[in-house]
């Protein structure tokens, strides 16, 4: 019994001993399984995190591809290698791809443009430096011209895994380019050839620029820095004010630019312009674009018609004294009237000669004897008369003002001096000298004094003596009158290439 309490009593302390590993090994089992449990859990948000990422990266990979499927633009993705990766269909506007291409070496392909060479070059450039680079194409038949921009293309590690070529048919704007370029210089030869010049002002800080049109007309240097002071003081102290009241009132927006005024160059020349513009405002700045037209040769013919009928004028009433004249003076010793009749008709027709003289066209051709023109500018008158001078011709291009300075002075002669109402001699007497200059003395020698306080012909400067001037001019010379009682002398003085003494 003893020994069998004594097995029972090892038995039971064994079970016991079994016991408490059985409850350590539960313990551990517990503990594991929450580890594992806590394991798990951490796995699910992971695997959350996974799903999320994963969405978000498939959704922006549908929306490249749904981008790549539907963007008319063609777009083509290499790698380093320069290995075709991704592509869009209107690629194969520029290249005949097929979707077997991916992975293919660009330059198996053929390419539709020129410069395919410097296509590679500037995309290995790229891929190798990172910095973008664009290059401007054409179709192998000429038509199309297309804009490549070539990107740098990186991971998801922001490392350079390759590039991208973008295409941009710019055709159309090229087109309308050159269309904007052609026009522009039909402008610009159309202002240049019409001698109309385009100027721009900035009120708001002073500065205007003008092109080298009407740089000229202002009598500007070409790089000479400009103000609107500095073009003010070019215009004539005469009509700077109502030009600088334009400028303000076209700038205020009440009227556009329109101005016609005179400027006076650094050379002493006279041009009448004539500035024509209109102010243009953006949210920026206001300012003030024109032309300006040289309306010189317009304001000198004007000035010539004006000229022309004031000459009519003065010689309708020229000839209706001169006629008077001729009458009065045969009058007296006519016999008859059968020679009154006589003389005044060869009177009038020799002023009908010398007027002819003085109607030949500027720049005709021929020459003419001095003497010839002094002998018809006298030839309607009578009396003591005096002419020598040296056998001069003068040529077709001074016939004209030459004839009409002689017939100023014998009309004047004849109206006031001694080839009418006074006594006396007139001499007419000419010299070249060494220098090709012609000098002209036309002399009136009264036989009484004149001294009652008006010498004959001393009235104020008229017509006569302003044509005589402008005359002078057109000889390219110059003309005086010396006045005294006992005499008077118009001298006339010039130089011409056109003048040779025979």
Same mark, same amino acid.
């Given at each position: 019994?003893?020994?069998t309490?004594?097995?029972?009593v090892?038995?039971?302390?064994? /079970?016991?001993?079994? @016991? #408490?590993r *059985?409850? $350590?090994? =539960?313990e551990d089992v517990?503990s594991?399984n929450?580890? /594992?449990q806590?394991? @798990? #859990?951490? *796995?699910? $948000?992971v =695997?959350?995190?996974?799903?999320s990422?994963?969405d978000? /990266?498939?959704?922006a @990979?549908?929306? *490249?591809?749904?981008?790549f499927?539907s963007?008319d ?7 380093r290698?320069?290995?075709?990766r ?7 506007r ?13 330059n ?6 020129y410069n ?9 450039a790229?891929?190798?430096?990172a910095?973008?680079?664009s290059?401007t194409?054409?179709?192998v038949a000429g038509?199309?011209?297309w ?6 293309h ?13 295409y941009?048919d710019?055709t159309?704007p090229?087109?309308s380019?050159?269309?904007r370029?052609r026009?522009d210089e039909?402008?610009?030869l159309?202002l ?9 002002y900035?009120?708001?800080?002073g500065r205007?620029s003008?092109d080298?049109t009407?740089?000229t007309?202002?009598?500007f240097?070409a ?7 500095s073009?003010?003081g070019?215009?004539?102290a005469?009509d700077i004010?109502?030009v600088e ?10 009227i ?9 160059t650094?050379?002493g020349r006279?041009?009448?312009?004539k500035?024509i513009?209109r ?5 920026r700045?206001a300012r003030i ?16 018609r004006?000229?022309?009928?004031r000459?009519?004028?003065?010689r309708m ?10 009458l009065?003076?045969?009058a ?8 009154l009749?006589?003389?005044?008709v060869?009177?009038?027709t020799?002023?009908a000669k ?17 003497t ?6 006298l ?15 003068v040529?077709?291009?001074?016939v ?9 002075w ?14 006396g001699?007139l001499?007419v ?6 220098g ?5 003395d ?8 004149q001294?009652?306080g008006?010498?004959?012909g001393?009235?104020?400067?008229g017509?006569?003596?302003?044509l005589?001037?402008l ?6 010379g110059?003309t005086?009158v010396?006045i ?8 006339l003085?010039f130089v011409?290439d056109?003048?040779?003494?025979e």
């Open positions: 019994m003893r020994l309490r004594s097995q029972l090892a038995l039971v302390e064994d /079970l016991e001993t079994a @016991n #408490e *059985l409850k $350590a090994s =539960n517990l594991k929450a580890a /594992l806590s394991t @798990n #859990e951490v *796995l699910t $948000a =695997n959350c995190e996974l799903k990422r994963v978000s /990266l498939s959704e @990979n549908n929306d *490249l591809r749904s981008y499927a963007t633009l063609p777009l083509l993705t290499v790698n290698d320069l290995r075709i991704d592509f869009t269909d209107a690629t194969r520029v290249y005949p791809l097929l979707a077997s291409d991916r992975g293919r070496p660009l198996d392909v053929p390419c539709l443009l395919q060479e410097e296509i590679e070059q500037r995309v290995r790229v891929v190798e430096t910095m973008p680079a290059l194409l054409h179709d038509e199309k011209t804009l490549l921009r070539v990107i740098p990186r991971g998801s590690d922001r490392t350079i895994e390759g590039a991208m070529l973008v941009f710019v159309e090229g087109r380019d050159q269309a370029a026009s039909r402008l610009r159309a240049e050839g019409a001698g109309i010049g385009f100027w721009e900035d009120a708001s800080t205007a003008l080298a009407a740089r007309l202002f009598g240097d790089d000479e820095l400009l103000t609107i002071e073009i003010l070019a215009v004539h005469d004010e109502a009241e334009t400028l303000r009132r076209s700038n205020s927006g009440d556009d630019c329109e101005a016609s005024f005179r400027v006076v650094r050379d006279r041009r009448y312009l500035n513009g102010r243009l405002s953006t949210c700045s674009v024109g032309v300006s037209i040289d309306m010189t040769p317009e304001f000198e013919a004007q000035q010539g004006i000229l022309m009928l000459e009519i004028n003065h009433k020229n000839l209706f004294s001169i006629v008077a004249g001729m009065r003076i045969a007296r010793d006519a016999k008859s009237v059968r020679q009749s006589e003389e005044v060869d009177r009038i020799a002023l010398s007027h002819d003289l003085t109607q030949m066209p500027l720049g005709g051709e021929g020459a003419t004897r001095l010839d023109l002094v002998g018809v500018a030839a309607p008158y009578r009396g003591d008369v005096t002419v020598s001078g040296p056998d001069v011709s040529a077709g291009g001074h004209a003002a030459l004839a009409m300075i002689l017939h100023e014998a009309t004047n002669s004849a109206k006031y001096g001694v080839l009418g109402a006074l006594a001699h001499r007497t000419w010299h070249v000298s060494e090709g200059q012609v000098g002209l036309w002399a009136e020698f009264y036989d009484e004094r001294d009652d008006r010498t004959p001393q009235e104020r400067p017509f006569g003596s302003t005589v001037q005359s002078a001019a057109q000889l390219g110059e005086d010396e005294a009682p006992t005499h008077r002398t118009h001298r003085r011409s056109q003048m040779a003494k």
